[in-house]
């Protein structure tokens, strides 16, 4: 599988941006997949898990981004999204998408991903 993250960049405190993520070789919909990020200095975390194994997506989500952050996928075009507002400098890091070919999120913020895509920088000055 490939996967890429795009759409970061740069936004002041309280701004929006959506992430996108796109793969190859790989249905979105037929597997969990996560965002994560990793801040400079810090280690790498979950930010947003949603998985497949209900028609209904179940989402999951750190406490850090609750209620500002929203994952969803386009089945039609194959994509994962991860739209962020009220953005604030504590969510500046490189943002990864990533799957291990699971159905469900359980766990999902430990260290089992195996697939990763490149990551995007996102950085929120205030």
């Known amino acids: 599988v490939q996967l890429q993250a795009s759409g970061g960049g740069s936004v002041q405190r309280g701004g929006s941006l959506r992430l996108s993520c796109t793969a190859s070789?790989?249905?979105?919909?037929?597997?969990?997949v996560g965002w994560f990020r990793q801040a400079p200095g810090k280690e790498r975390e979950g930010v947003s898990c949603?998985?497949?194994?209900?028609?209904?997506?179940?989402?999951y989500y750190a406490d850090a981004v609750k209620g500002r952050f929203a994952i969803f996928r386009d089945k039609a075009e194959n994509m994962l999204y991860l739209q962020m507002n009220s953005l604030k400098p504590e969510d500046t890091a490189v943002y990864y998408c990533a799957t291990d070919y699971q159905y469900d999120c359980n766990n999902w913020q430990s260290d089992y991903w195996s697939q990763w895509g490149q990551g995007t920088q996102v950085t929120v000055s205030s």
């Open positions: 070789m790989f249905d979105m919909d037929y597997y969990a």
């Open positions: 949603i998985d497949s194994t209900s028609s209904n997506d179940i989402t």
